[in-house]
């Protein structure tokens, strides 16, 4: 299950590594692709498989149409990482993918009874946390871009290209409308570790609301904090992946014995 050919249009390994002894699936923020995480291999330990979500819309998924709302996506990922999960695994996401993989990873234990060994997010805030702003997927094309270009993740060139943001507009708004659409339902606190990244300069996105994750686990719980806005993932991205690959060492550690 483990060479190019078989991951499927959903999952990206950029280095496929049958003699990993733990799977890391990785989920993208609105907008993002699997190509966030294309390096990642090189700076994580040899003993971790790198596998990206490619969410509809984009690259090998461009001819699905992307979702709008967050439990038919999180059901149609479950099935897609049912036939990857014949070993331990972990869930990173950043922003909107830290809200994806959490609830994937309920919905696993839900219906499936598998579990992640440990989630990472990233730069999102809690699910039990309202929203601080109103939602803007619904908004006018020229408002739409101006809250876009705040939030600081598209690249200006990108955002100044009439036909290209034509492209990614639809993809980000239904991003947004799974995000703004959420309803957050309760249930028993997860029974593995939460390790929670923020930026330091995030706008968006406060450490109160960062350290809210703590209770949706019966676990260990930790929070770091990096140098950033809410994209630190890329700004700060070797002091994240040295953080990451720290962790991901103990928890292959304990799988290799």
């Not at 967050?70 to 479950?78: D, H, K, R, S």
């Not at 331990?88 to 950043?94: K, T």
């Not at 619904?138 to 034509?166: C, Y």
């Not at 949706?216 to 002091?239: C, K, R």
Request: glycine residues 4%; negative net charge; charged residues 20%.
């Amino acid at each position: 299950m483990t060479t190019a050919e078989t991951f499927n249009s959903w999952i990206k390994s950029p280095k496929p590594n049958p003699q990993a002894s733990v799977r890391l699936f990785c989920f993208p923020y609105a907008g993002g692709s699997s190509t966030i995480f294309r390096t990642w291999s090189d700076s994580l330990p040899t003993t971790v498989e790198v596998c990206a979500i490619e969410l509809p819309g984009r690259l090998s998924q461009i001819r699905l149409a992307p979702f709008t709302r967050l439990e038919p996506l999180v059901g149609a990922i479950a099935q897609v990482l049912l036939p990857y999960l014949d070993k331990p695994f972990a869930f990173f996401g950043h922003s909107m993918g830290g809200l994806v993989s959490f609830e994937v990873a309920r919905l696993l234990r839900r219906e499936y009874k598998r579990d992640p060994v440990h989630l990472f997010v990233s730069g999102r805030r809690a699910p039990q946390v309202p929203p601080p702003s109103p939602p803007i997927h619904a908004l006018p094309d020229r408002e739409f871009i101006s809250e876009i270009r705040r939030l600081n993740g598209t690249p200006q060139a990108v955002l100044e290209n009439t036909e290209l943001m034509q492209l990614l507009s639809p993809i980000i708004r239904a991003d947004f409308a799974v995000l703004e659409t959420y309803v957050y339902t309760e249930e028993p606190p997860l029974d593995y570790p939460i390790t929670v990244f923020g930026g330091l300069q995030d706008q968006e996105v406060s450490y109160h609301n960062l350290q809210a994750w703590e209770k949706q686990t019966n676990s260990a719980f930790s929070l770091q904090m990096f140098e950033g806005d809410h994209f630190f993932l890329h700004s700060a991205q070797s002091l994240l992946l040295q953080s990451l690959s720290q962790e991901l060492h103990h928890i292959t550690q304990v799988y290799e014995q």
